[in-house]
């Protein structure tokens, strides 16, 4: 039987043409992720992670999510952001080639203050290194803080 000019325009190739591409990395190893609110683009985010550090995304999301109920999602910039409604954003991830950067926004206003400074003195950063223990219950104290502050408003 001979195919018709409208069946063949129906008939499709095989699936891998539609998958999409796996996210690129930049320079340093962090994600690029097009920009996006909620959830779903900050776990495309944590799924690009490379190597050890998505287990980590994924530990450090869940973290937040379980200190701050009903957090606030985006990735922007190349970074999850995390924040409240109405108070911006009070914690930002970014992956390096050798660990990954923790940013509080407000940082300097936390106790104990994260260790790393910045540019920006309200903004301080706590760094993750491959197979360091992840103190969580400190971690979870800096993001239960910071999410009780006005955050960063770009």
Not at 24 to 41: E, F, R, T, V, Y
Request: hydrophobic content about 40%.
């Amino acid at each position: 039987m001979k195919e018709t000019p409208s069946a063949r325009k129906t008939s499709k190739k095989p699936a891998e043409k539609d998958a999409p591409a796996a996210p690129k990395l930049l320079s340093g190893g962090n994600p690029q992720i097009a920009k996006g609110d909620g959830d779903a683009p900050v776990q495309a985010y944590i799924a690009a992670m490379p190597g050890w550090k998505s287990e980590v995304g994924r530990r450090l999301d869940a973290l937040i999510e379980r200190t701050v109920p009903g957090v606030r999602k985006a990735v922007k910039w190349n970074s999850p952001l995390y924040g409240m409604e109405g108070q911006g954003w009070f914690l930002g991830i970014h992956c390096f080639n050798r660990y990954i950067k923790l940013a509080f926004f407000r940082g300097a206003a936390l106790d104990p203050v994260p260790p790393v400074t910045s540019k920006d003195a309200n903004t301080r950063y706590f760094h993750i290194n491959e197979g360091e223990a992840l103190d969580e219950e400190l971690v979870a104290r800096w993001v239960r803080q910071a999410s009780g502050i006005p955050g960063w408003v770009p």
